[in-house]
């Protein structure tokens, strides 16, 4: 069992920036591919963007294409979400998860592990 655990989380105004950590303690999951989704009020959970083990291979969400960045630092067993531009339509619970499957995948399914989520707020 690997257990995530995201960090960075916070109160931001509109067009400032935040950025996310996603660890596992005590794990190595650099053979992982890591999704980043989002959870906001009243509303299902969404992926938002993954990368692959090798940081390859990515995915972004068209509503957050070209103001996040998903990068990896394996050496230091971290996977990273800088988000830019804000918008207060961003303002969600946010959860990092690990696959199995080396490779990008946006099915949710494939996602075995998960942090705890940390709270992302973004004020107009």
């Known amino acids: 069992q690997v257990q995530l655990v995201e960090s960075g989380g916070g109160l931001v105004q509109a067009g400032g920036s935040l950025r996310l950590s996603c660890a596992a303690p005590?794990?190595?999951?650099?053979?992982?591919?890591v999704g980043w989704f989002r959870q906001p009020p009243g509303k299902e959970r969404e992926l938002v963007a993954a990368i692959s083990w090798s940081g390859g291979g990515t995915y972004y969400a068209d509503s957050v294409k070209g103001r996040f960045t998903n990068s990896r630092d394996n050496a230091k067993n971290t996977v990273y979400l800088q988000m830019n531009s804000l918008k207060p339509e961003d303002t969600a619970v946010y959860y990092c998860?690990?696959?199995?499957?080396?490779?990008?995948?946006?099915?949710?399914?494939?996602?075995?592990?998960w942090g705890q989520g940390t709270q992302v707020t973004v004020s107009s």
């Open positions: 998860a690990g696959s199995v499957y080396g490779s990008v995948v946006t099915d949710t399914r494939r996602y075995s592990y």
């Open positions: 005590g794990r190595t999951f650099n053979t992982y591919t």
